[in-house]
């Protein structure tokens, strides 16, 4: 159902090597970079993850409540991607762990403040 996700990042190479980095265990690269917006996926043609220096040239505001999910394939992919994060100067905002039955998650925020989640179903 969702194609894409978009994110306001303030420095364009730097997101691209946070997400680029972060993502890459998971088969993610950039797959196409116009300048100020470049898309993340993998070649299967899943969904996206857009970054983006928002088009009013003003500073990216990480919305109160939003938040993107991306589920790496396994709790302990989980764990592992949340570490990676934390480790290449993300903020955590959640420790990995069950949350509810059958949703376990790990949650931080990138170095623009977006909030981000790896998780598992089931």
Same mark, same amino acid.
Do not use: W
């Given at each position: =159902?969702?194609?894409?996700?978009?994110?306001?990042?303030?420095?364009?190479?730097?997101?691209?090597?946070?997400?680029?980095?972060?993502?890459?265990?998971?088969?993610?690269?950039?797959? =196409?970079?116009?300048?100020?917006?470049?898309?993340?996926?993998?070649?299967?043609?899943g969904a996206?993850?857009?970054?983006?220096?928002?088009?009013?040239?003003?500073?990216?505001?990480?919305?109160?409540?939003?938040?993107?999910?991306?589920?790496?394939?396994?709790?302990?992919?989980?764990?592992? =991607?949340?570490?990676?994060?934390?480790?290449?100067?993300?903020?955590?905002?959640?420790?990995?762990?069950?949350?509810?039955?059958?949703?376990?998650?790990?949650?931080?925020?990138?170095?623009?403040?977006?909030? =981000?989640?790896?998780?598992?179903?089931?």
């Open positions: =159902m969702i194609t894409y996700t978009t994110i306001g990042v303030s420095d364009m190479e730097k997101a691209k090597a946070f997400y680029g980095d972060l993502l890459s265990d998971m088969g993610v690269s950039v797959l =196409m970079d116009l300048g100020r917006i470049a898309m993340l996926g993998s070649a299967d043609g996206m993850l857009s970054i983006c220096v928002p088009f009013d040239e003003g500073a990216p505001h990480p919305g109160n409540g939003n938040m993107v999910a991306i589920s790496p394939g396994s709790r302990e992919l989980v764990d592992q =991607m949340h570490a990676k994060a934390l480790a290449m100067g993300a903020t955590d905002e959640g420790a990995p762990g069950q949350r509810m039955d059958g949703f376990y998650g790990a949650y931080f925020r990138d170095p623009d403040g977006n909030k =981000m989640c790896f998780c598992h179903l089931g």
